[in-house]
């Protein structure tokens, strides 16, 4: 089950939603979270939930003995255990094909599937145990809460990574105001419109030119491609996030922000600051800084951000790919250690160059494998054949929809002055019951009606059986 599905969004969210209204325990409505969340996720993966319920009974235990004299061994173990978990079922025919082509050998490869949303209920899951041991968050002794914590369907599939500590004083204490909730729908369906108006519409365009292969593009092409599949990849995830975070406001819970407008960033460490922030937070807490961060030299400062952004790659996915999109990014955050005026670029200068690396680098993520990358990026600088073949094919990616589409892609990925940041902080004093001027509420009131003609728009492109996979699924 997805959130941009017709089950999810005219049968599982109003009944979910209903109930958790009108029962008046909180205790009765963690049960019903946690009862929907694993319906949710059992939806699509009825066999793996057993291996999510398992994984939050695990690291609920070794959580629970960390206030003793072992509690070292048992991080030890926790660690080991969530790892390996990975290791068995994301890595291991990965590994077995890379030590075949390696090695020459013709060892069976294991067709191991992949349970949905493993890396991250795992890192949500590790990341708690790690808090218990050092004492950041209390103990819990309530497995059911831990539960939840894990299963909690809004962050479960595709993120944010939820820290425990984030929201462990909501799972015991949280209203469900109006407000809220408005404000947390209307935040649902802004996602619904990224992923099913505009992160569709540029996936069309991009799995045509890449399925097509890059011996069959020029430069226009492979650029339309390129741009298609960056706006895809973040329409997607973002639009993901905010839906997340819209759901769990309107169950009384807050998440953090996991986007802040990425494509505006001036340098690639500015880019990881505001790209996947849940994910680059958790690496640095629980990886960078106990390497060492940047507390022994620059040396080793660079050394470290490649270590991480190997692991980055890494846990997007079995496939050299990843590993080399993720050092990529690993050598231009290197790269500006090393060389500050990099960072001192005029804005429109760092914006491009910016831009031109985690344009390449997203192509290398999204090709099958590196040498085709590789391909598409030759011609992406170099594909200067003009035959009438690739100029129809072009012409094809680029409909009017696609147009449209993607010069709102393009606005909607900027950060306008500041206009969200006003926004929300408009939300939240009218939340406080802060007087607002008349001009404001207008605005307000637009948005509301804005987002039910976004509703609107997406429940008939999804009854009509357009595409609609997210990407972050497969990891």
Same mark, same amino acid.
């Given at each position: 089950?997805?959130?941009? &599905? =017709? $089950? @999810?969004?005219?049968?599982?969210? *109003? %009944?979910?939603?209903? #109930?958790?209204? +009108?029962?008046?325990?909180?205790?009765?409505?963690?049960?019903?979270?946690?009862?929907? &969340? =694993? $319906? @949710?996720?059992?939806?699509?993966? *009825? %066999?793996?939930?057993? #291996?999510?319920? +398992?994984?939050?009974?695990?690291?609920?235990?070794?959580?629970?003995?960390?206030?003793?004299?072992?509690?070292?061994?048992?991080?030890?173990?926790?660690?080991?255990?969530?790892?390996?978990?990975?290791?068995?079922?994301?890595?291991?025919?990965?590994?077995?094909?890379?030590?075949?082509?390696?090695?020459?050998?013709?060892?069976?490869?294991?067709?191991?599937?992949?349970?949905?949303?493993?890396?991250?209920?795992?890192?949500?899951?590790?990341?708690?145990?790690?808090?218990?041991?050092?004492?950041?968050?209390?103990?819990?002794?309530?497995?059911?809460?831990?539960?939840?914590?894990?299963?909690?369907?809004?962050?479960?599939?595709?993120?944010?990574?939820?820290?425990?500590?984030?929201?462990?004083?909501?799972?015991?204490?949280?209203?469900?105001?109006?407000?809220?909730?408005?404000?947390?729908?209307?935040?649902?369906?802004?996602?619904?419109?990224?992923?099913?108006?505009?992160?569709?519409?540029?996936?069309?365009?991009?799995?045509?030119?890449?399925?097509?292969?890059?011996?069959?593009?020029?430069?226009?092409?492979?650029?339309?491609?390129?741009?298609?599949?960056?706006?895809?990849?973040?329409?997607?995830?973002?639009?993901?996030?905010?839906?997340?975070?819209?759901?769990?406001?309107?169950?009384?819970?807050?998440?953090?922000?996991?986007?802040?407008?990425?494509?505006?960033?001036?340098?690639?460490?500015?880019?990881?600051?505001?790209?996947?922030?849940?994910?680059?937070?958790?690496?640095?807490?629980?990886?960078?800084?106990?390497?060492?961060?940047?507390?022994?030299?620059?040396?080793?400062?660079?050394?470290?951000?490649?270590?991480?952004?190997?692991?980055?790659?890494?846990?997007?996915?079995?496939?050299?790919?990843?590993?080399?999109?993720?050092?990529?990014?690993?050598?231009?955050?290197?790269?500006?250690?090393?060389?500050?005026?990099?960072?001192?670029?005029?804005?429109?200068?760092?914006?491009?160059?910016?831009?031109?690396?985690?344009?390449?680098?997203?192509?290398?993520?999204?090709?099958?494998?590196?040498?085709?990358?590789?391909?598409?990026?030759?011609?992406?600088?170099?594909?200067?054949?003009?035959?009438?073949?690739?100029?129809?094919?072009?012409?094809?990616?680029?409909?009017?929809?696609?147009?449209?589409?993607?010069?709102?892609?393009?606005?909607?990925?900027?950060?306008?002055?500041?206009?969200?940041?006003?926004?929300?902080?408009?939300?939240?004093?009218?939340?406080?019951?802060?007087?607002?001027?008349?001009?404001?509420?207008?605005?307000?009131?637009?948005?509301?009606?804005?987002?039910?003609?976004?509703?609107?728009?997406?429940?008939?492109?999804?009854?009509?059986?357009?595409?609609?996979?997210?990407?972050?699924?497969?990891?």
């Amino acid at each position: 089950m997805t959130f941009s &599905s =017709l $089950v @999810f969004l005219c049968i599982f969210l *109003p %009944i979910v939603f209903c #109930l958790h209204s +009108i029962i008046p325990s909180l205790k009765v409505r963690n049960a019903l979270l946690i009862g929907a &969340s =694993l $319906v @949710f996720y059992a939806f699509g993966e *009825p %066999i793996y939930v057993f #291996l999510m319920i +398992i994984n939050a009974l695990v690291n609920y235990l070794l959580a629970l003995g960390m206030n003793g004299k072992n509690k070292k061994l048992l991080l030890i173990l926790d660690v080991v255990f969530n790892i390996g978990i990975l290791g068995v079922f994301k890595y291991t025919g990965f590994l077995v094909s890379s030590l075949n082509d390696l090695l020459g050998l013709s060892i069976p490869v294991p067709a191991i599937s992949l349970p949905i949303g493993i890396s991250f209920f795992t890192f949500q899951a590790m990341s708690y145990a790690i808090d218990a041991y050092r004492g950041n968050v209390a103990i819990q002794r309530n497995f059911a809460k831990v539960l939840l914590y894990i299963s909690f369907f809004p962050q479960l599939i595709a993120g944010p990574i939820v820290k425990y500590r984030d929201i462990a004083d909501e799972i015991d204490n949280r209203k469900v105001e109006v407000g809220e909730v408005a404000l947390g729908l209307r935040r649902f369906i802004a996602g619904l419109g990224k992923k099913v108006l505009i992160a569709n519409t540029m996936a069309v365009a991009a799995d045509s030119v890449f399925n097509q292969g890059a011996a069959s593009a020029n430069i226009m092409v492979a650029w339309i491609g390129a741009v298609a599949y960056v706006m895809q990849i973040y329409f997607d995830f973002s639009g993901y996030s905010d839906m997340a975070i819209g759901l769990g406001r309107m169950f009384g819970f807050h998440f953090k922000e996991n986007f802040l407008h990425p494509y505006g960033s001036l340098n690639i460490k500015e880019f990881w600051r505001r790209w996947h922030i849940s994910l680059s937070s958790w690496f640095k807490e629980y990886v960078y800084i106990p390497l060492g961060g940047n507390r022994k030299g620059p040396l080793r400062t660079g050394i470290n951000k490649i270590i991480v952004f190997f692991l980055t790659g890494l846990w997007h996915g079995a496939n050299w790919t990843f590993v080399a999109w993720g050092l990529f990014h690993g050598a231009f955050s290197f790269l500006e250690e090393f060389i500050p005026a990099i960072k001192k670029l005029p804005k429109v200068i760092g914006h491009i160059y910016t831009m031109i690396v985690v344009i390449v680098g997203f192509v290398i993520f999204r090709a099958d494998t590196i040498a085709e990358g590789v391909g598409f990026i030759g011609k992406m600088f170099g594909g200067f054949d003009f035959g009438p073949q690739y100029t129809s094919f072009a012409l094809q990616q680029l409909t009017p929809f696609f147009i449209v589409m993607l010069i709102a892609a393009i606005i909607g990925c900027a950060p306008i002055r500041g206009l969200g940041e006003k926004l929300k902080a408009v939300q939240e004093r009218e939340l406080k019951g802060e007087e607002i001027s008349s001009k404001e509420r207008t605005v307000q009131i637009l948005l509301y009606a804005l987002a039910m003609v976004v509703l609107c728009w997406c429940i008939l492109r999804l009854s009509g059986g357009s595409y609609n996979p997210f990407i972050y699924f497969r990891f």
